[in-house]
């Protein structure tokens, strides 16, 4: 080798003086001799696992589980009884029911005709507002019906009869005079001076479309043909309504007359009067308006249904509308 291995250290002096021998440790710390350890208690040992063949023991009041099994098949746990499900339900509360005490009979205390002579003055009131009253009264139905059964009777059977007498010369004279300066007729001035009123021509239209169903006319020319009257018709239409949509119940033409129209379900009456009207005119175009529409109702619900010739003779009543007859 090329180099020199250096020499292995020497203790140096002094050292090996000491003590050759190490302490001993000990593995375990162990008491010293005069400490004495208390022996603790032993458990008890466990009994052994009960076999098959011998089986572990039980109190005595208790039965052995293996002698109280089934050895077969175990049957199904049958449901409880009814009765034991309604004892486990709470108790509902019974109310006791109240017994109406036994009425015995005897006389009762106001009979039928008790009760006829306590309602007797009741339905008296009631009948007598009924057939008197201003408003919605019979005589509202009844009164129209009347008066245009007897103008049918006496128009037919009594054309000549005149509730007045012939006017008097003073009088004749101061007419015809004044009927030759505004160029009409003795009997216009006569008319008009004892206020008379006719209805003169009554048009029968649907309400929707204001078109015309019938028409009556005193004039036989006009009264047989529908085309003369349909100028005035559509004219007088125009006018039937205001500028809100709202149906005029009348109105006055330039001619000294004037219109009155009634409204119903179905049509309208347009009644064209001359001279001055009176109330009772109103009545008597609602009365044969009403009657018109109760005839007709189903034929007026079926659209296109031709009623010109067959309302005419309805319409034609409504031409005897009129003050009694003068004797000019």
Same mark, same amino acid.
């Given at each position: 080798?090329?180099?020199?291995?250096?020499?292995?250290?020497?203790?140096?002096?002094?050292?090996?003086?000491?003590?050759?021998?190490?302490?001993?440790?000990?593995?375990?710390?162990?008491?010293?001799?005069?400490?004495?350890?208390?022996?603790?208690?032993?458990?008890?040992?466990?009994?052994?696992?009960?076999?098959?063949?011998?089986?572990?023991?039980?109190?005595?009041?208790?039965?052995?589980?293996?002698?109280?099994?089934?050895?077969?098949?175990?049957?199904?746990?049958?449901?409880?009884?009814?009765?034991?499900?309604?004892?486990?339900?709470?108790?509902?509360?019974?109310?006791?029911?109240?017994?109406?005490?036994?009425?015995?009979?005897?006389?009762?205390?106001?009979?039928?005709?008790?009760?006829?002579?306590?309602?007797?003055?009741?339905?008296?009131?009631?009948?007598?507002?009924?057939?008197?009253?201003?408003?919605?009264?019979?005589?509202?139905?009844?009164?129209?019906?009347?008066?245009?059964?007897?103008?049918?009777?006496?128009?037919?059977?009594?054309?000549?009869?005149?509730?007045?007498?012939?006017?008097?010369?003073?009088?004749?004279?101061?007419?015809?005079?004044?009927?030759? =300066?505004?160029? !009409?007729?003795? $009997? #216009?001035? @006569?008319? %008009?001076?004892?206020?008379?009123?006719?209805? &003169?021509?009554?048009?029968?239209?649907?309400?929707?479309?204001?078109?015309?169903?019938?028409?009556?006319?005193?004039?036989?020319?006009?009264?047989?043909?529908?085309?003369?009257?349909?100028?005035?018709?559509?004219?007088?239409?125009?006018?039937?309504?205001?500028?809100?949509?709202?149906?005029?119940?009348?109105?006055?033409?330039?001619?000294?007359?004037?219109?009155?129209?009634?409204?119903?379900?179905?049509?309208?009456?347009?009644?064209?009067?001359?001279?001055?009207?009176?109330?009772?005119?109103?009545?008597?175009?609602? =009365?044969?308006? !009403?009657?018109? $529409? #109760?005839? @007709?109702? %189903?034929?007026?619900?079926?659209?296109?249904? &031709?009623?010109?010739?067959?309302?005419?003779?309805?319409?034609?009543?409504?031409?005897?509308?009129?003050?009694?007859?003068?004797?000019?």
């Amino acid at each position: 080798m090329s180099a020199t291995l250096t020499p292995l250290p020497s203790p140096k002096a002094g050292i090996s003086g000491g003590s050759g021998t190490a302490p001993q440790w000990n593995v375990l710390p162990f008491p010293s001799p005069d400490f004495s350890e208390v022996p603790k208690a032993t458990p008890k040992p466990l009994p052994a696992w009960p076999s098959a063949e011998t089986p572990a023991a039980f109190p005595q009041s208790w039965p052995s589980p293996l002698s109280t099994m089934p050895s077969g098949n175990i049957a199904p746990i049958a449901e409880a009884p009814v009765s034991m499900v309604e004892e486990i339900q709470p108790a509902t509360v019974v109310r006791p029911v109240a017994v109406a005490p036994v009425v015995e009979e005897s006389t009762p205390d106001f009979t039928d005709d008790d009760l006829r002579l306590a309602f007797g003055p009741i339905v008296e009131e009631a009948v007598r507002n009924t057939v008197y009253a201003r408003e919605n009264g019979i005589d509202t139905h009844l009164e129209p019906m009347l008066r245009a059964t007897i103008r049918r009777a006496l128009a037919e059977y009594a054309p000549a009869a005149r509730p007045f007498q012939p006017p008097g010369a003073l009088d004749r004279f101061v007419w015809h005079v004044q009927a030759l =300066f505004t160029s !009409r007729t003795y $009997e #216009d001035i @006569f008319f %008009e001076k004892t206020r008379r009123f006719q209805v &003169e021509e009554v048009f029968l239209l649907d309400r929707a479309t204001l078109a015309l169903v019938s028409f009556a006319s005193c004039d036989p020319a006009r009264h047989a043909s529908a085309r003369r009257v349909n100028g005035t018709v559509q004219r007088l239409a125009l006018q039937l309504r205001d500028d809100s949509g709202a149906l005029r119940t009348s109105f006055d033409l330039s001619d000294r007359r004037s219109v009155i129209s009634r409204e119903g379900r179905h049509v309208i009456l347009m009644s064209l009067v001359r001279g001055t009207p009176g109330e009772l005119v109103n009545a008597d175009l609602e =009365f044969a308006l !009403r009657r018109i $529409e #109760d005839h @007709f109702r %189903e034929r007026f619900e079926q659209h296109g249904s &031709e009623l010109l010739l067959t309302i005419q003779p309805f319409l034609e009543d409504c031409l005897l509308i009129q003050a009694p007859a003068s004797a000019a």
